[in-house]
């Protein structure tokens, strides 16, 4: 089968794109073919070394995917071949990658895709949805009528948190980084959408929310905490999601003062039956509209690397030429 794969950790350039033998089914998984994938950074800093895992080499690139069962394992029931199927939390873990025409993921990591909904959808939402999902109701038990921030409303992750905050019934502020960016935002539900180059973020923030916002949603790697804690409200609960290395200042007294609290997390340390329970209310949102993906660009397979490279250049050197999440078809 065709695969974008690795031999070691390194640049995007080390990404190679060619024929890997098809995977050997396990009992408890399910042989997928893949109609989809999607780039998350995670996905760079595994293939950079950065995020240090344990590696099966040749290593296929990828978290996402979604596509159609053509082999169940004897020991897997919950689906069988010819469903529709999308999933995350693979290519971690010692677990091999999903950027191949065929997959085997253990069926505890996949979910039905409903009907109606396109693989391009499905597998663009799929880890960022999960993440939002446990941030906003596992993490900050998110709840309607709350006010909601999150940085960058226009990314993978942000546009998740937007959607699924307004399908929980929250007033939801966003920012992302040029006017296209911010009308993108506000159809995705946003009430109030601001240009952070361009207008002032604190002084929108304070006329729409007086009182303070219930819960700050950091996507930022190098956070600005002594702004981002005056905006919170008392009992304000904050997400820390991004930024290994940050070590930035924290205002202590204005922080336990007004009874915060901090909520960090990783989706990929979340059970099967975490993700699972996220991915049903993914999966009703999807069918019934309320939640879409947020796609910039749909490419090839065979432009992995190049796929990598702009998702890099976006999330770490904050180029801003990108709007969403990257797709790519095998
Ligand atoms: N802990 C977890 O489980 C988890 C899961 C997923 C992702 N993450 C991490 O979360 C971070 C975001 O992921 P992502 O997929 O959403 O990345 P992304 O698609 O690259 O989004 C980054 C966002 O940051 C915005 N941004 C950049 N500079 C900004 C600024 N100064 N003020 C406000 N917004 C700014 C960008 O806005 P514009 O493009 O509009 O400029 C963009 O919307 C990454 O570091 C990723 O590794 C963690």
Redesign the pocket.
Known sequence: MKAAYINSTGPAENIAYGDLPAPALGPSQCLVKVATVAV???DT?IRGGLVPMQLPMPYIIGCDLAGTVVEAGSKAARFKPGDRVWGSNQGLLGRQGTFAEFAAVDEEWLYPTPKGVADEQAAAIA??GI?AHLGLVREAKLKSGETLFV????????AMVVQIAKAIGARVVT????EE?VGRTRKLGADLAIN?KTEDVSAAIKSFAANGVNVWWE???EPDFDRDISHLAPRGRMIL???RDARPAFPVGPFYVKGCALHG????NATAEQQRAAAEDINRWLAEGRVKANIDRVLPLSQAAAAHRL?EE??IG?A?T????IVLKP
């Open positions: 998350n950074p995670i800093y880890l960022v993440t940085n960058g409303g226009s990314g993978g992750v942000g920012t992302a980084g040029s960016k952070y996507t930022l790697r999601m991004a930024g997390f990783a989706m990929f998702q976006n999330t904050k801003g990108l709007a969403g999440k």
